[in-house]
């Protein structure tokens, strides 16, 4: 199973398997408020299912993790995990695969600038990842 793509909006949404965006396709997140602060965002995931793992149910996962310098390990700032299950319409050719689409919207608590990777599994295995950065203002001392 293939993840073709993740991308990044302001909004988005899935309808008849069709997708709509709104600023979409960035990577990175800038702030002039300072740290931290929460952003609302979405992530789009395209999956492409082979012919034969059809009609069958699999299970997603989207993780962004925040890649702090201090720390050896990356920290998780947001999970969502769910399942999907895709059929074969009538008329299809034999051996075509399927593509389903997933959006979600989340409000993400932003600590730290730097890098940020989010990372979509399918049945458990990391299938891709995508990275965007925080450019976040420097809060002025009292």
């Not at 293939?2 to 899935?14: G, K, N, T």
């Not at 034969?52 to 969502?80: C, V, W, Y």
């Not at 989010?118 to 420097?138: H, L, M, N, P």
């Amino acid at each position: 199973m293939e993840v073709e793509w993740i991308i990044l909006a302001d909004s988005a949404q899935v309808v008849g398997n069709k997708l709509y965006l709104l600023g979409g396709g960035w990577d990175v997140l800038s702030s002039q408020r300072g740290l931290p602060f929460q952003q609302r965002c979405s992530v789009a995931v395209s999956i492409k299912v082979p012919w034969n793992e059809t009609n069958q149910k699999h299970g997603f996962e989207i993780e962004m993790l925040s890649e702090d310098e201090q720390t050896e390990e990356p920290r998780s700032m947001m999970k969502a995990a769910g399942q999907f299950e895709v059929g074969r319409p009538a008329g299809i050719p034999s051996g075509q695969d399927q593509r389903v689409q997933l959006a979600m919207d989340m409000i993400l608590k932003i600590e730290s600038a730097g890098p940020k990777i989010v990372v979509a599994r399918i049945d458990g295995a990391e299938a891709r990842r995508t990275r965007f950065y925080v450019i976040a203002k420097q809060a002025r001392p009292s």
